[in-house]
């Protein structure tokens, strides 16, 4: 059942505060199509604040209340803010289905996942301390040399919608265990599981100005954020026409960003596999969350001597899927996120069929929803490589089809995309499996398989789909400096000049 909205303010140095110009706004459950309650919109003025927060965090008692504090000390916050999701996973995992449409079974297992991330980064915490002034080998004798990894300092993270406290998590949980300061900005259509968190780090006592969270638009709180002079560091997953954007304000600065951006990534069918089990991961792996996920498999490249059967065994496989309220039992397919969303994703549909594509199945309003932002799951076929459907992320429930003959052909097709984030193939044959995989122009690969994702394995792309790997100790690295120190050892003077004692 639906419960209330929390009405939260920005949290800034471990308070809540309200808007320096008294800013909201309103939340539209995806659902129902109506307001369910508001969040605060921050400007300029409080990210202002919000970045000197962090500063002094990061500078207090000489850096020992927390960036130069052990990684023990700090594990213990990420763990207690773990322990905290897990005790409120209920609650937490209705308002993000309430808040972002996505089927409450999903947000359940989001919110597991939030708190196993910062489980895992907490060991992560711990594990720094040993690694710390690790020796580096010399060639020469009167030298020894040794490695810091220290904290980047403060940090400006910029988190989607789609999992809207999972995304936050990847960011936060590292940033905070390399001992960061943060200013979270979450997308201002799916803010509330964050401004939660705020709620969480409050009520463990995390030390004021660690963690601070602003929500707002991007234009007028993600930007000042990103141009910020005090923040040494973009973290940013999104849009690609907006990460274009913030490494271009960064760069200005000379300011280091990590990039997590769009997706058109393939998943490629041979002609071996177990129809129904293929079946299953390919529309698993671009309905999954409605549709709106940046690494969906939503390229299908099916082998063309079983495409026709696989096709008609798929529709029926999608025919069965429950597309209701996601706060339903059993639904496993809820609404987009936004009206403007919606409106997208159908529009995508309808310039496919004006440029000759075939919609096989799907394509509109389920019939018996009549409110929310539902989009069928729909599969596309018919399709050249140059149409907008293929080569453009839809970030909706959308599937478009090509057949192929050959390795090579699928290879190629499967490549030919400026995008780099995922990619999947399905064999028996796992040494074709293993070629495909090392010929993947992609970040992430999946063998029989589409989307499983794990705290302890790296997650990026190449090519638009961004740089940076988040997740992992990879994730880890993203919020460390690193700084040689090196000394000379030997009792002999360096003897390169000529001391004047000798002239």
């Known amino acids: 059942m639906a419960i209330p909205i929390p009405s939260r303010q920005l949290f800034i140095n471990g308070e809540w505060r309200e808007p320096v110009l008294k800013k909201r706004i309103p939340i539209v459950n995806p659902t129902t199509e109506e307001i369910v309650g508001d969040i605060p919109a921050a400007t300029a003025e409080d990210v202002e604040l919000a970045v000197d927060a962090a500063r002094q965090a990061l500078s207090r008692n000489k850096g020992k209340d927390w960036s130069s504090a052990s990684g023990a000390f700090r594990a213990k916050y990420l763990r207690a803010i773990a322990a905290k999701i897990t005790e409120r996973k209920s609650e937490l995992a209705n308002l993000e289905t309430i808040d972002c449409g996505k089927p409450l079974e999903e947000a359940v297992w989001d919110i597991d996942d939030v708190a196993g991330c910062f489980e895992y980064y907490a060991d992560l915490a711990e594990g720094l301390d040993a690694k710390q002034k690790a020796p580096v080998s010399l060639p020469l004798e009167n030298f020894k040399s040794y490695v810091l990894k220290e904290p980047i300092g403060v940090v400006g993270l910029i988190t ?30 799916a803010s509330v599981t964050c401004l939660e968190l705020a709620e969480v780090c409050r009520e463990v006592g995390l030390p004021p100005g660690v963690l601070n969270i602003v929500t707002g638009l991007g234009p007028e709180a993600g930007a000042p954020l990103v141009s910020h002079p005090h923040v040494d560091k973009i973290a940013f997953t999104g849009s690609n026409a907006t990460g274009s954007g913030i490494m271009a304000a960064a ?26 089990k293929a079946v299953e991961w390919t529309i698993f792996g671009c309905f999954w969350t409605n549709g709106q996920i940046c690494s969906a498999t939503s390229r299908l490249l099916v082998h063309e001597s079983i495409a026709a059967e696989f096709l008609e065994r798929m529709v029926k496989w999608i025919k069965n899927i429950k597309i209701s309220d996601p706060l339903e039992e059993g639904c496993r397919l809820g609404p987009v996120v936004s009206r403007g969303q919606y409106e997208k994703v159908l529009k995508f549909i309808s310039n496919a069929k004006s440029e000759g594509a075939t919609i096989l199945c799907g394509g509109a309003r389920p019939e018996h929803l009549k ?50 984030l995922g990619a999947a193939v399905i064999s028996k044959d796992l040494e074709r499996c293993d070629r495909v995989s090392k010929a993947f122009q992609a970040g992430i690969v999946w063998i029989n398989c589409s989307q499983p994702c794990f705290s302890q394995a790296p997650w990026g792309g190449k090519k638009h789909s961004g740089f940076g790997r988040e997740l992992g100790e990879w994730g880890l690295d993203n919020y460390l400096s690193v700084k040689q120190v090196t000394q000379y050892v030997s009792d002999e003077p360096w003897g390169w000049y000529k001391s004047p004692s000798k002239l």
């Open 251 to 276: 760069a200005l600065m000379v300011k280091p960003v990590s990039l997590e951006l769009g997706g058109k990534s393939p998943i490629i069918v041979f002609e071996d596999v177990d129809l129904d």
């Open 371 to 420: 409110k929310g932002f539902f989009v069928e799951p729909t599969v596309i076929t018919d399709i050249a490589t140059s149409m907008q459907i293929w080569r453009e992320e839809v970030f909706g429930p959308v599937l478009c089809v090509k057949a192929f003959s050959t390795e090579d052909e699928a290879i190629e097709l499967a490549n030919d995309t400026r995008y780099g």
């Open 160 to 189: 989607p919608w789609n999992y809207p406290l999972l995304m936050a998590t990847w960011k936060v949980a590292p940033a905070l265990a390399a001992g960061c300061a943060a200013i979270l900005k979450p997308s201002e259509l």
